[in-house]
Structures are given as C-alpha cells and as structure tokens.
C-alpha cells in the first residue's frame, strides 16, 4: 500500500492545486486511520516501495529509489515517547515517511516519607506535560518543466491522558504549486495535566507521538521533515493540593510527597520521566542523519539552479 497515489496518477499537468492538495490530505486520513496502536511503528513509502516496521521500543524504516528518499522514526521510553519522519523527492516519485509511538503505564499513589496527612483524603496534582515538534518544507517548481506542479506536507502530532485530564496537539505545514505556504495549529487541553487522585488509586498514563512527510508531484522538487524529537514526557508533579471528605482544601506538611509507583517497572512518577536510551550515545539520531542529508540535497539543487 502507497502512502500517496502512484506517479500514473499523479502526473497530470490539468489537475488543479486544490485537487493536488485534496490527494495528499486523503493519504494522510488514511495513515491515521491505519496506524495500529503498537509501541513504535515506523512506515515510508518511495515510488511503489513500501517499508513497515513495528517494534516495542524503537521502530525506523528508510527507502530509497532514484533520488528520492523516506525515513520514518518512532521510539518509546519509560515516560516519553518521540517519532520524526523525512521525505524528499526528485523528479515524479512521490515519497512519504510516518514515524509513530505510544507508551502506557499506570501508577498506585501511595504515601511517601510522611505518614500522616491529617484529614486529608483526595489530592489535586499538577504535572507539565513536555512537549515541543518542529515541521520544515522546501518545494520550487522543475526549471526544466515549470509547468508541473509539487506538494509537500509535514505534521506532528501528540497526544495525552493521564487519569481524567487530556490534551493534544497538531502542527501542519503545506505547500502547492502557486500557491502560499500553509500553516495550520490545533490543540485542546493545554500541556499542564491537573487531576485528583486518593490513596490507593492506581491512576493510567498514556502518550503518543506522530510525525509524518509526505512529498509529491512531478517535474519539481520539494523536501518535508516533521520532528517531534524527543519531548512529549512526563515532567514530573509540580504541585500537590490536599481535600478532606467534604471537598475543604487542608494544609499539607511542608515535607509532604506523595509516590507514583509503577505497577510494571517499581518507576516513581513523582518525578520525571525516565532518561532516553535512545540519545544517550554521542552520535546523530537517524532523523538526524536524515534531516543533515536533505538539507545537502536542497542546497545543491538550488546551486544547479541558480547556475542554470
């Protein structure tokens, strides 16, 4: 399955930008709505070459076929997730990249050094929800046949929920033939999570990162990158406020805690999320490597055609 439709049917000069547009927006609706709800999933697509891979953990996948090229990364850590996705074309192929990942955990709240918290029995924490993406595009029409149109895509997206407090968000940048540059912001529940919680409570976390390239089009060439690094995560709880039976806030010890102990792993979301294995080793990401290669490629395709 192609992410974007083949060359045959893409390459038709009488096809309006709109249309363009509507084609790319329906092989993203698509990928959504296929994406499993798997640890780390990591999909790229380049002419009719399909890869795929899904793994707990770290997922990537790379395609490369004729001067185009497509990496999609997805990884999850205790407390975190990331995904980044690349894709630049040349020429008629179409290239897309998906890089996908969610982690799920829950946690038992417990007292921790302070025995006794009064008359308190329910508890209003607040946690930042670190979060941060990036989506860059390039497109210019062939100098050889101006004629042709391109498009080039690129989204992140997150999402959160922890007990019942939620949160998402989404970034889009699009670019078409003659058209303006696109750029589109959503979210809804903000990035701070506040929600009760009582002794004993065995409370769920769930996060998701999404990051997706998707280029096409003939004749020009155009370059996508979506990031979402390395950011969604548990930041830890800032604030505790205490309730008694009847709802009235009471005065909590100056060295309260409460501990948030994971019922997998003995994790204390107290604090903050666990360290990234996967950036621990001094040397680029492959998104990195990624990103470094198609910003070469675009500055010597711009010398060839400033030259030209």
Same mark, same amino acid.
Request: charged share 15%.
């Given at each position: 399955?192609?992410?974007?439709?083949?060359?045959?049917?893409?390459?038709?000069?009488?096809?309006?930008?709109?249309?363009?547009?509507?084609?790319?927006?329906?092989?993203?609706?698509?990928?959504? #709505?296929?994406?499993?709800?798997?640890?780390?999933?990591?999909?790229?697509?380049?002419?009719?070459?399909?890869?795929?891979?899904?793994?707990?953990?770290?997922?990537?996948?790379?395609?490369?076929? #004729?001067?185009?090229?497509?990496?999609?990364?997805? &990884? %999850?850590?205790?407390?975190?997730?990331?995904?980044? =996705?690349?894709?630049?074309?040349?020429?008629?192929?179409?290239?897309? !990249?998906?890089?996908?990942?969610?982690?799920?955990?829950?946690?038992?709240?417990?007292?921790?050094?302070?025995?006794?918290?009064?008359?308190?029995?329910?508890?209003?924490?607040?946690?930042?929800?670190?979060?941060?993406?990036?989506?860059?595009?390039?497109?210019?029409?062939?100098?050889?046949?101006?004629?042709?149109?391109?498009?080039?895509?690129? *989204? &992140?997206? &997150?999402?959160?929920?922890?007990?019942? =407090?939620?949160?998402?968000?989404?970034?889009?940048?699009?670019?078409?033939?003659?058209?303006? %540059? !696109?750029?589109?912001?959503?979210?809804?529940?903000?990035?701070?999570?506040?929600?009760?919680?009582?002794?004993?409570?065995?409370?769920?976390?769930?996060?998701?990162?999404?990051?997706?390239? *998707?280029?096409?089009?003939?004749?020009?060439?155009?370059?996508? =990158?979506?990031?979402?690094?390395?950011?969604?995560?548990?930041?830890?709880?800032?604030?505790?406020?205490?309730?008694?039976?009847?709802?009235?806030?009471?005065?909590?010890?100056?060295?309260? #805690?409460?501990?948030?102990?994971?019922?997998?792993?003995?994790?204390?979301?107290? #604090?903050?999320?666990?360290?990234?294995? &996967?950036?621990?080793?001094?040397?680029?990401?492959?998104?990195?490597?990624?990103?470094?290669?198609?910003? *070469?490629?675009?500055?010597?395709?711009?010398?060839?055609?400033?030259?030209?």
């Amino acid at each position: 399955m192609t992410l974007l439709p083949s060359p045959a049917t893409v390459v038709q000069p009488a096809l309006p930008t709109w249309g363009k547009t509507a084609l790319a927006l329906a092989a993203l609706a698509s990928l959504l #709505q296929a994406a499993p709800a798997q640890a780390a999933e990591a999909r790229v697509s380049v002419g009719l070459d399909d890869q795929r891979m899904i793994n707990p953990g770290f997922a990537t996948a790379k395609s490369v076929d #004729q001067g185009s090229f497509a990496e999609g990364n997805g &990884y %999850e850590f205790r407390g975190g997730v990331g995904a980044s =996705a690349f894709a630049s074309t040349k020429g008629v192929l179409s290239a897309s !990249a998906v890089g996908r990942a969610s982690f799920s955990d829950s946690f038992r709240v417990t007292l921790g050094q302070v025995a006794d918290v009064g008359s308190a029995t329910s508890f209003l924490l607040s946690v930042p929800i670190l979060a941060h993406g990036s989506a860059d595009i390039d497109w210019a029409p062939s100098p050889r046949f101006p004629a042709f149109t391109s498009t080039s895509n690129a *989204i &992140y997206a &997150y999402s959160w929920r922890v007990a019942k =407090a939620s949160g998402s968000g989404r970034h889009v940048k699009f670019k078409g033939f003659n058209t303006p %540059e !696109a750029v589109t912001d959503t979210s809804t529940g903000g990035l701070t999570a506040s929600f009760m919680v009582s002794l004993g409570q065995v409370v769920s976390l769930n996060l998701t990162a999404e990051a997706m390239a *998707i280029v096409g089009g003939p004749g020009g060439e155009a370059s996508a =990158a979506a990031d979402f690094g390395r950011t969604l995560r548990w930041g830890g709880v800032s604030s505790i406020t205490g309730f008694d039976s009847t709802g009235q806030q009471v005065a909590l010890p100056t060295d309260f #805690q409460l501990a948030l102990l994971s019922d997998t792993s003995g994790f204390d979301y107290s #604090q903050a999320a666990g360290p990234n294995p &996967y950036t621990s080793a001094p040397v680029p990401e492959p998104a990195t490597w990624a990103l470094m290669a198609g910003g *070469i490629g675009m500055l010597a395709w711009r010398r060839r055609t400033v030259r030209g």
